[in-house]
Nanobody
Framework: QVQLVESGGGLVQPGGSLRLSCVASGSIFNLYTMGWYRQAPGKQRELVATITSGGGTNYADSVKGRFTISRDNAKNTVYLQMNSLTPEDTAVYYC?????????WGQGTQVTVSS
């Protein structure tokens, strides 16, 4: 069984930064691809970034160059550093385990970018 707990969200002004954390259970955490997704009000959940077990990363075009995903396998934790935030980044951000299946999702953490 895998459990994911996100933290680090909050209110920030445009141009500001936040770092999200996701702590995962599971003895084979180091073998999983991990990802961050987000869902804005009235919108579908969308991919933000992924990181493979080998450290390879992938980003949505909208966040490339501003966000950085990383992982610390010893701490069973994946991070999302978010810089140069804009109001369009406002959403609930979710941590996801997988591939491989089965997939697991965290409960989400709210990020609000507003002046």
């Amino acid at each position: 069984q895998v459990q994911l707990v996100e933290s680090g969200g909050g209110l920030v002004q445009p141009g500001g930064s936040l770092r999200l954390s996701c702590v995962a259970s599971g003895s084979i955490f180091n073998l999983y691809t991990m990802g961050w997704y987000r869902q804005a009000p009235g919108k579908q959940r969308e991919l933000v970034a992924t990181i493979t077990s080998g450290g390879g990363t992938n980003y949505a075009d909208s966040v490339k160059g501003r966000f950085t995903i990383s992982r610390d396998n010893a701490k069973n934790t994946v991070y999302l550093q978010m810089n140069s935030l804009t109001p369009e980044d406002t959403a609930v951000y979710y941590c996801k385990k997988g591939p491989p299946r089965p997939y697991y999702w965290g409960q989400g953490t709210q990020v609000t970018v507003s002046s």
